[in-house]
């Protein structure tokens, strides 16, 4: 079974990239597919049905015209910044709020891909 240490700098890079820092939004799994070039068995790994917490403002998931969604299927961009960051043992800045901290983990996995001395070929090493 192939896991994220399976993953390309590639691909990781455009996962990094696309997510922008945004530790909010829950993204399809097309995206992971067709915009990041992942395989679908790793993707899979990393979607879930994810339902609103319909008693809390902050817990509820809102489509783009600002309706309640009480479920969808997807990833959630921190989540997978996060799990990204511990399968490559990069060490980032913890922060308070979701969008710090997604900021966070997006500047110290770029500044590790980034890294000269990290090879350009398999998540092994990357």
């Not at 996962?15 to 820092?21: I, L, N, P, R």
């Not at 990204?84 to 800045?93: H, K, T």
């Given at each position: 079974?192939s ?7 590639k691909?990781?890079?455009a ?7 945004d ?8 995206v ?51 799990q ?10 913890d ?32």
């Open positions: 079974m896991t994220l240490r399976d993953l390309t700098k691909q990781v890079r996962v990094v990239e696309y997510v922008d820092g530790g909010h939004t829950i993204f399809d799994r097309k992971l597919l067709d915009d990041c070039g992942w395989p679908a068995e790793i993707a899979d790994t990393v979607c879930e049905k994810l339902e609103s917490d319909m008693g809390s403002p902050k817990g509820m998931i809102f489509g783009k015209n600002y309706e309640v969604i009480e479920e969808l299927y997807g990833w959630y961009g921190l989540s997978v910044l996060s990204l960051a511990a399968v490559l043992e990069v060490d980032y800045e922060k308070m709020g979701r969008g710090f901290r997604a900021r966070s983990i997006t500047k110290a996995l770029l500044e590790h891909l980034d890294n000269p001395t990290v090879a350009a070929g398999e998540q092994n090493d990357v």
